[in-house]
């Protein structure tokens, strides 16, 4: 039997809740693509991505071809991949065969794709990124001509499944001018597309930010990363849901639980630094325990002095520099405590629970790291 340092546990019914949130949310027309990148954020993409399904979803989106891959081997055949990022051009052959989709925003990967799609005799199923302001991929006004010409000359070569752009930081009111702007440009040069015979099966650019605060954005079909995991964007967004609704309890239920136990404890005399260097001075007589979790598995060395655990019901603090395979928090506090008490990292302890907030007080950001550095050598279990 081998044991782990810590282990992740899926709730199975918190994703249900937010699926059904987000699907009432939004009502019954836009599809719910489920992006699954940084091996479902964390969550394992092979655990996770039969949940999904279980549950309705029949779309999902990665970054690259080696996620595509890895979920295709997961989901029935009617079920679509959409690739978001980077395929080689020996790939696109393999996605044409299998009908996974995926951007295309350069000249180079349209002719391949016209190429391949030859070769195969069966159309590639494109999705046409368009350069709005985020100045990331997507097609800019000359190279949208080319494109456009080459696809009217292969019309068999080429079936335009989307036409799509990304926002540039829909999560924070300081991009309101920006998104505003992007979904003015998104809108008008679509229009032009369409009028020009070009009709895409979907018209995209929302991730989960836009999705539940702009809800022009949310066409055909939004792209719903962290809150299928129960996460907020960020405060603002959660802040502006809850702002007219008079129910202010949180709608989103975490999926995952990550934790660990108490390795050791030990006593430390006023006036003692703790752990590497001098970042934490015990100020009084201080109750430590090590908790074997450290920024190689998965928790963020910028949580030195800021992160917080859960231990008997009690929220307690992370001191000193997190180390590589270990961190040590203050248990002063806590009664009883022992060494092999559960050390709650995210999810819940009795009625306390270490959600988005405890990381959000450094910035949300920190958030989609966190997870998407999850280890994938971690257990990963389902609940209910
Ligand atoms: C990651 C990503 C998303 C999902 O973002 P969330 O904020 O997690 O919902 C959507 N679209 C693209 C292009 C992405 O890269």
Same mark, same amino acid.
């Given at each position: ?19 059904? !949130? ?10 719910? #693509?489920? +992006?699954? @990148?940084?091996? /479902?954020?964390? &969550? ?60 295309? !925003? ?10 391949? #799609?030859? +070769?195969? @005799?069966?159309? /590639?199923?494109? &999705? ?257």
């Amino acid at each position: 039997m081998i044991s782990s340092p810590s282990s992740l546990t899926l709730d199975q019914e918190a994703l249900r809740t937010n699926l059904e !949130f987000l699907r009432k949310h939004i009502g019954p027309h836009p599809k719910i #693509s489920s +992006v699954v @990148k940084a091996n /479902a954020y964390g &969550h394992g993409i092979s655990q996770f991505v039969p949940l999904v399904e279980k549950f309705g979803i029949d779309h999902f989106s990665v970054f690259s071809s080696d996620e595509a891959y890895e979920v295709c081997q997961l989901i029935s055949p009617t079920t679509r991949v959409m690739i978001m990022g980077w395929i080689s051009k020996d790939e696109i052959e393999w996605a044409i065969g299998r009908d996974v989709e995926f951007y295309v !925003f350069d000249i180079q990967r349209l002719e391949a794709a016209i190429h391949a #799609s030859k +070769v195969l @005799k069966k159309p /590639a199923r494109i &999705h046409l990124e368009l350069e709005t302001g985020m100045n990331r991929t997507g097609f800019a006004k000359k190279n949208l001509e080319v494109a456009l010409n080459l696809i009217k000359a292969n019309p068999n070569q080429i079936h335009l499944s989307g036409i799509c752009t990304h926002l540039a930081g829909a999560e924070s009111i300081a991009n309101y001018y920006r998104i505003r702007h992007q979904l003015k440009r998104f809108k008008t040069v679509l229009s032009n597309i369409e009028s020009r015979g070009f009709i895409p099966e979907f018209r995209h650019m929302a991730s989960s930010a836009a999705t539940l605060s702009y809800p022009a954005t949310r066409m055909d079909l939004v792209r719903v990363g962290i809150a299928q995991y129960g996460f907020w964007p960020s405060q603002e967004i959660f802040i502006d849901y809850v702002r007219t609704k008079q129910d202010k309890n949180d709608p989103l239920k975490r999926v995952l639980s990550w934790k660990s136990r108490i390795m050791s404890l030990k006593d430390v005399k006023e006036g003692e630094f703790v752990s590497y260097g001098t970042t934490y001075l015990a100020t009084s007589a201080t109750r430590i325990a090590v908790v074997p979790v450290g920024y190689a598995n998965g928790f963020s060395r910028s949580l030195s002095n800021q992160g917080r655990v859960l231990i008997r019901g009690y929220r307690v603090g992370v001191i000193g520099l997190v180390n590589m395979n270990m961190m040590i928090v203050d248990v002063t506090k806590i009664p009883d405590v022992e060494q092999g008490d559960e050390v709650v990292i995210i999810g819940k302890q009795d009625d306390m629970e270490i959600s988005v907030a405890s990381f959000s007080e450094i910035s949300n950001q920190l958030n989609y790291e966190l997870l998407a550095r999850l280890p994938l050598e971690i257990i990963r279990s389902q609940i209910k």
